[in-house]
Nanobody, 126 residues
């Protein structure tokens, strides 16, 4: 069993930056692909970014490409999402997730992930 805890959310002005962290306990994350998703009120959960177990492969949603960066520190059992040039439409609850079944891949669908955190709120003021 893996427990994931997100942190780093908050209120930021448009154009600002935030760095989200996802810390794992229970098992090492080093053999899992990790992803970030987000969900705004009234909308479905959507893919944001993913990184393979080694960190060698990453993939981003078009809406965040060039602004967000996903990274991982397997020694610290933590995954990060650096978010720059934030826009009001980036506001959502952000979730991290771990994929046991596709460690070397960069899965973009929620069904590929086996463990989820509780989420952290990101609010962007215009």
């Amino acid at each position: 069993q893996v427990q994931l805890v997100e942190s780093g959310g908050g209120l930021v002005q448009a154009g600002g930056s935030l760095r989200l962290s996802c810390a794992a306990s229970g098992r090492t994350l080093s053999t899992y692909a990790m992803g970030w998703f987000r969900q705004a009120p009234g909308k479905e959960r959507e893919f944001v970014a993913t990184v393979s177990w080694s960190g060698g492969n990453t993939y981003y949603a078009d809406s965040v490409k060039g602004r967000f960066t996903i990274s991982r520190d397997n020694a610290k059992n933590t995954v990060y999402l650096q978010m720059n040039r934030l826009k009001p439409e980036d506001a959502a609850v952000y979730y991290c997730a771990a994929s046991i079944r596709y460690p070397s891949a960069v899965p973009t669908v929620t069904s590929a992930y086996d463990y989820w955190g509780q989420g952290t709120q990101v609010t962007v003021s215009s």
